[in-house]
């Protein structure tokens, strides 16, 4: 099962256990958001919606919050000694979609555990004299 939603102005096909990264959302990390823009909601019966498919949304998992890559914005005005440059990064959130609800339902999946880290024996290179 696939749905389509829109959020940012943007659209975006998922699939449970997709990760995308989309505009900035409100939400703490390793929290579940619910995202309620569904246009289309796929499988053997596709439901499309006008313009959203009612009762239906996506579960996510908040992975990150980040900052995306430096845009530069340059200006130049030819022999007028007139230069501008700006810059700016966008805020991006990271998610995993977890599972797509259909008919009100509420989200069943809560925030997969994080893996503990497994600390690495010291090695004995200083033991050969």
């Given at each position: 099962?696939?749905?389509?939603?829109?959020?940012?102005?943007?659209?975006?096909?998922?699939v449970?256990?997709?990760?995308?990264?989309?505009?900035?959302?409100?939400?703490?990390?390793?929290?579940?958001?619910q995202?309620?823009?569904?246009?289309?909601?796929?499988?053997?019966?596709?439901?499309?919606?006008?313009?959203?498919?009612?009762?239906?949304?996506?579960?996510?998992?908040?992975?990150?919050?980040?900052?995306?890559?430096?845009?530069?914005?340059?200006?130049?005005?030819?022999?007028?000694?007139?230069?501008?440059k700006?810059?700016?990064?966008?805020?991006?959130?990271v998610?995993?979609?977890?599972?797509?609800?259909?008919?009100?339902a509420?989200?069943?999946?809560?925030?997969?555990?994080?893996?503990?880290?497994?600390?690495?024996?010291?090695?004995?290179?200083?033991?050969?004299?």
């Amino acid at each position: 099962m696939f749905a389509v939603i829109k959020t940012g102005g943007r659209q975006y096909r998922v699939v449970p256990d997709d990760v995308l990264e989309i505009g900035k959302i409100a939400g703490d990390v390793g929290t579940i958001v619910q995202l309620g823009e569904v246009l289309v909601l796929g499988g053997e019966t596709p439901l499309l919606g006008t313009p959203n498919v009612t009762g239906a949304s996506v579960a996510a998992e908040v992975l990150q919050h980040k900052r995306g890559p430096k845009v530069i914005a340059f200006k130049k005005r030819r022999r007028k000694n007139s230069r501008r440059k700006r810059g700016y990064r966008d805020e991006i959130t990271v998610l995993r979609i977890t599972e797509i609800l259909a008919d009100n339902a509420k989200p069943s999946i809560g925030p997969r555990p994080k893996k503990e880290k497994v600390a690495k024996p010291a090695e004995d290179g200083d033991e050969a004299a």
